[in-house]
């Protein structure tokens, strides 16, 4: 178990220094507007490092590769920029014109996350029609969206090539970005093929000269890549899609011990770049920091008392702070099932007596569920109701692990131990924001 403090002074300097860059969004040469619109409306104050780094490239026009733990800021440091850019086109876009950035995600509910997040940012540019396309929903909804002209697309990978291949009103001969968000969470899904086959008929593949390439021309597409890890999977992915990209936060560390910037510009040989990277794989748990303000504590208990330390550990928390929220992270759908239906109906008598008429909900506040065999509607239900909530307990598999961000979640429950170290820290990083 692990819950976020308040945070000293001391504590707070340190995470700003850590997390956030000296510079202004304005400072990046985004559009007054836009910038004002991050720090007024949806309260982003200045960017984090990884966005002073990533943001420049992205307006550039260059190719990107991003490895940088969740939490830092990369959905933003790719969507203000297409934004920005697509806000300046002249002639104004048009619904019409189809599709001119492209995201990829690995997950549905990581789609209406970044959906929401593109809707915030367009805010004052009417003009710029966000929408998603995703496994679970109504099909024929969203071939009639498609038709009607998206210009901002986020997609999971599996539904956006069913449309590629069988949805003939899907317009995007000007799509000019292609963005794999979570690239590494979208490989272990095991969508690399779909990957390839989606680069392929969009002829932005590197390694064929296809017969597609013929239909991005004449417009220059833009491919960018953000990781929180790197693999052998995430080098082939950048291998084949990217060209002479720009790599922002492979060398982080080494770069801070020597004072060089974080960015550098490969060279044409990129294979042999990637895997001289690539070596470094197997030490990449050694990069990802927990927050200093961040408390960690375990309990030692024999399995048949695990349920009964959860229950007073939960009864606990609520009883010292009524509005609290709460994330149980559990290893199958299975057990997800199980104790949501223990923690939402549980009752118990406050008073020596069993007393049926006075019994009461043992966790007063809402509890909700969430993993990969709930049918689409419920998961979204889970997951803005949670969202929403300023006092719940969400029981989950890893669907919530990367990605996803709760807002105002002050403790995280590891109920059962993820398979790797890399998940034990996802876990904590994109729900206890610094």
Sequence with gaps: MAKKLGKSPV??????????????????????????HLQDKMGFQAPTRIQAQAIPVAMSGQHMLVKAATGTGKTLAYLAPIVHLLQMREPRVERTDGTFALVLVPTRELCLQVYGIAQQLVHRFHWLVPGYIMGGENRAKEKARLRKGISILIATPGRLLD?????????YPNMRWIVFDEADSILELGFGKALEDILEHLGSRNDTSNQNKNKMEPMKRQNLLLSATLNEKVNRLAKISLKNPVMIGLD???SSAHGKNHTSLLSDDEEEILEKHNVTVEQAVDDFKLPAQLVQRYVKVSCGSRLAILLTILKSLFERQLSHKVVVFLS???SVDFHHTVLSQLEWSPGLQLDT????KFISCKVFRLHGNMD?????????????????ILVSTDVAARGLDFPKVKCIIQYDSP??????????????PV
Aim: aromatic share 10%; glycine share 6%; with cysteine.
């Design 11 to 36: 504590a707070k300097e340190e995470d700003k220094e850590g997390l956030f860059a000296s510079c202004s969004f304005t400072d990046l040469g985004l559009h007054p507007t836009l910038c004002a």
């Design 252 to 254: 982080e560390q080494n």
């Design 332 to 334: 199958t759908c299975d």
């Design 357 to 360: 008429d006075k019994k009461q």
């Design 163 to 171: 449309h590629l291949q069988h949805t003939s009103s899907f317009v």
């Design 376 to 392: 689409q509607d419920d998961r979204k239900k889970s997951f803005l109701g949670f969202s929403s909530e300023k006092s719940a």
């Design 419 to 432: 398979g790797e170290a890399s998940e034990y820290v996802h876990r904590y990083l994109k729900h206890l």
